[in-house]
């Protein structure tokens, strides 16, 4: 028989976030992020122990709605809400009445008819969770929506290149490749912004919107000029799914100029961190080799994110 240890966790952060719902970065203030990133601390602690489990949330009942494709973020999602002790329900576009007509506004009244207090969101379309958290009455967390925002995908990145290279004030972060279809790209601008980072953005003219300097934002087409002047990267997928054109004439001749490999990474003669918000295209955007190297932070992120989104939801819980 194995004794086991019963670790509670005592302690209670009260919750200033300025905002009842996570939207996007870009309605948050730098100290709802500090206070996110503090309250993650403790979290990581948490899954860390052998016993990875609180009572933080035992009363609540949390709805993750996914009606677009995702492992990473949805698997993420409820592994924090049962580590929060939180009720789960899931449920996804293929089975739901979405599909036979029903409106989202519907659905999700129904749902909340059963005593759910939370919902997380992933929908296709831009401005889907702002426009359910004007519509229903619950608390929202946008899981990411079409070409938007991806809050928690932003917070993770920034909280596990924290991690590495200290506060982001005066540092340097590039993003490269689809930034045009990302809502990782433009989640990620708004937090190092606010972070007090500097950011610039690399890949083909084609997938560079044009609005993107009137963020302060600076294009740089050429990987190696724009490594050298970086501290971290974060290299993101093309998102062939939300592309009715072609953008790049071929996948080799994008690789060649934008694909990151150990060459590249060996000729700027400095050590910078690798990010990959996943799912990973290998051998496309990364090759394996820089992948599973000791500069990629690709499963550190993976790891943070549990913890983000414990904290995430700890704190709007405050608010219900
Ligand atoms: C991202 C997404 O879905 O926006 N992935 C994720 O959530 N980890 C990035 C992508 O799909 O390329």
Redesign the pocket.
Known sequence: MTMRILYIWKEIIMSNLSVNHLLGIKYLSLKDIEQIFETTDHFKEVINRKIKKVPSLRDLTIANLFF?N?T??KISFELAQKRLSADVVNLSSSASSVSKGETLIDTVNNILSMKVDMIVLRHPSPGASVFLSKNVNSCIINA?DGTHE?PT?ALLDAYSLNQKIGSLKNKNILIVGDILH???AMSNIYAYQMLGANVKVCGPKSLIPKYIESFDVSIETNLTKALKWCDGVNM??I?NERMSESYFPTVREYVQQFGLNKKILDSIEKEIIIMH???INRGVEITSEVADSEQAIILDQVENGVAIRMAIMYLLASKI
């Open positions: 677009e995702s990473r973020t990411g991806h995908q990302s809502r990782v993101l997928r998102q918000p996943g799912p």
